[in-house]
């Protein structure tokens, strides 16, 4: 019986696609110090190869690959980082919205209890309490609260065990299959795959690393189709306990 629906933040409740521009023109100029032939080309075929080889951290891989020396690859991150905290306090990036996410939580939320499964911290929890949205959210515990994260299965079974919930009443929405449907899958949770951003074209390289269900679209996460993947769904179970 189906009770919780447990939502990746990058990719699913945020749109990362700006922070994805930022990250491909900021780092193309940070390797051009060292390669003035690099182009932005180059970082999209870097990109594909980290996701195809399934990379963690997508920008260390590119970044490294490209300078190799330990030096100047802590220097450019410590650079690409900076960069960064200008960007966002200047307000030219930030958090934004993935199309669809407010008509979801308000639709399953009658029926599901929602939580937060991802890499961010306070600051996104009081963006969604900006944003009106955290009223939907029966869990709320982000990254902050924890000393370990994705894709180690031990933060998914840490965030379920703080929440209450059981792996197998539980189903794991997200956008990556190394860091949301493996791990999830290995604590016994059911997982949607919604493909978007740089890690839409990963593939799984074993049939254990198929999701039950996978779109390219939140607003294609019906509730027919939710209860068509997974039958045992129990439309009670807000307020079981």
């Known amino acids: ?9 990058g990719g699913v409740i945020l749109d990362e696609n700006k922070f994805e521009i930022f990250y491909e023109k900021t780092i193309t100029e940070i390797i051009r110090r060292y390669n003035k032939n690099y182009s932005v080309e180059n970082y999209r075929n870097d990109a594909e190869e980290a996701v195809y080889r399934y990379v963690p951290r997508l920008y260390d891989y590119i970044l490294y690959k490209n300078i190799g020396d330990r ?15 200008s960007e966002l306090k200047n307000a030219n990036i930030g958090f934004e919205l993935m199309d669809g996410i407010e008509n979801f939580l308000i639709e399953f939320s009658t029926q599901y209890r929602i939580g937060i499964l991802g890499q961010y911290g306070n600051n996104f929890r009081d963006f969604l309490v900006d944003m009106r949205l955290l009223r939907y959210f029966a869990y709320t ?15 998914f079974e840490a965030i379920l065990d703080k929440c209450g ?6 189903v794991m929405i997200g956008d990556r299959i190394d860091k949301d449907i ?4 290995a604590t016994g949770m059911k997982t949607i795959r919604l493909m978007t951003g740089l890690h839409k074209n990963q593939k799984p390289r074993t049939p254990d690393e ?3 269900l996978s779109v390219e679209r939140l ?3 019906t509730m027919e189709l939710y209860e068509k993947t997974f039958s045992n769904v129990s439309h009670n179970g807000v307020g079981e306990g």
Do not use: V
Not at 73 to 81: P, Q, R, T
């Open 1 to 9: 019986m189906i009770k919780n629906i447990f939502l990746d933040a």
């Open 71 to 85: 030096e100047n690859f802590s220097h450019s991150k410590e650079l690409l980082k900076n960069n960064f905290k």
């Open 141 to 155: 515990e982000t990254q902050d609260n924890f000393s370990i994260t994705k894709p180690d299965p031990r933060y």
């Open 165 to 170: 919930c059981k792996a197998e009443e539980s």
């Open 182 to 185: 493996i791990p999830a899958k």
């Open 210 to 212: 198929i999701p039950d």
């Open 219 to 221: 607003q294609d996460i």
